[in-house]
């Protein structure tokens, strides 16, 4: 079954302070794992995938097919980090779908 | 390029009515789904289309129909609203999942806020 699993709801922390936002998933073949963003007000977006090896706006995420995780972490937090973050994971087949985690809101203080 | 337009933003619908949430993309992609948002449940998979005239069944599709006659449009019904059934609805398009195509990102609606009541 394609399941993925993100143990937080929430996540508050201060400005400057690392971040950390879990995601496990469970795929019986080889997944395709993005993270996506929703800001206040804003349509979700792709924040980045794990076949680009990118780091964007600061954030990168690892894919650990061992402990099948895909956490996105941030060494400083900014406060227009504050948004909702899915993880959401494919498999590589053309008939495939896209799953989405629960969602973890990370709010960022001053 | 408008993107993908969903219609309308927002509905009222009393229990056992029907409607259509119209989405529609001109990006030329293949792929579709609807979503639907609920706090502390994510975004739940509802149908999907791979391509015209190609549907298949998400997370939780009872109580929603689909079909894909166009690349462009993808429309989902609710025959029989129920009050369970109100929510935040999102339509996303891409231009395929699949290894050939790398994924490419998943392109979403505005969305639209239903109540039934």
């Known amino acids: 079954a394609q399941r993925v699993t993100q143990p937080e709801k929430l996540l508050s922390v201060f400005k400057g302070a690392p971040v950390e936002l879990k995601c496990n998933y469970s795929?019986?073949?080889?997944?395709?794992l993005f993270w996506y963003v929703q800001y206040s007000r804003q349509r979700l977006q792709l924040l980045l995938r794990?076949?680009s090896r990118e780091s964007i706006k600061g954030f990168t995420a690892d894919l650990n097919k061992g402990e099948t995780s895909f956490h996105l972490k941030k060494p400083f937090a900014q406060e227009e980090d504050s948004a909702m973050y899915y993880c959401?994971?494919?498999?590589?087949?053309?008939?495939?779908?896209?799953?989405f985690g629960t969602g973890t809101r990370l709010q960022v203080f001053p | 390029n408008a993107g993908v337009t969903q219609t309308p933003k927002f509905q009222v619908l009393k229990t056992g009515q029907s409607m259509t949430l119209q989405c529609a993309q001109d990006m030329n992609h293949e792929y579709m789904s609807w979503y639907r948002q609920d706090p502390g449940m994510g975004l739940r998979l509802i149908h999907y289309?791979?391509?015209?005239?190609?549907?298949d069944q998400g997370e939780v599709p009872n109580g929603y129909n689909v079909s894909r006659s166009t690349t462009e449009d993808f429309p989902l019904r609710l025959l029989s609203a129920a009050p369970s059934q109100t929510s935040v609805y999102f339509c996303?398009?891409?231009?395929?999942?699949?290894?050939?195509?790398?994924?490419?990102?998943?392109?979403f609606g505005n969305g639209t806020r239903l109540t039934v009541t």
């Open positions: 795929y019986s073949g080889s997944p395709e």
């Open positions: 794990h076949i």
């Open positions: 289309s791979v391509g015209a005239g190609i549907t």
């Open positions: 996303a398009s891409s231009y395929s999942l699949g290894r050939d195509r790398a994924n490419s990102p998943l392109h």
């Open positions: 959401a994971l494919s498999g590589l087949d053309n008939t495939d779908k896209l799953i």
